[in-house]
């Protein structure tokens, strides 16, 4: 089992930054990928950026160039860096890891991204 927990949410202007934390526990070597995905109510579930064991990253069209994905791995956490945030980056925030032997999904608990204008 893999216990993921998000944080770094809050609340900033447009144009403001913001950095989300997805700290895995448990059977680590389990991990394939961790992506982020975000939910507005009303919109579709967005997968907006991901990062494989080995290292292969993608983001979403509507994120690159401003956000940044990235993994430590002494810490077991995968950060999403936020900047340049616009009213329409407003969402849930949910980390997702991929297990590698089952392809079961692990989620975090999600959290809130609001951008002002």
């Not at 389990?30 to 494989?52: C, F, M, N």
């Not at 077991?76 to 991929?98: E, F, I, R």
């Amino acid at each position: 089992q893999v216990q993921l927990v998000s944080s770094g949410g809050g609340l900033v202007q447009l144009g403001g930054v913001l950095r989300l934390a997805c700290a895995a526990s448990g059977s680590i070597f389990r991990i394939y990928s961790i992506v982020w995905l975000r939910q507005d109510p009303g919109k579709q579930r967005e997968l907006v950026a991901g990062i494989t064991s080995d290292d292969y990253i993608q983001y979403a069209d509507s994120v690159k160039g401003r956000f940044t994905i990235s993994r430590d791995t002494a810490k077991n956490t995968v950060y999403l860096q936020m900047n340049s945030l616009k009213p329409d980056d407003t969402a849930v925030y949910y980390c997702n890891a991929k297990d590698k032997h089952t392809w079961l999904d692990y989620w975090g608990q999600g959290t809130k991204v609001t951008v002002s204008s």
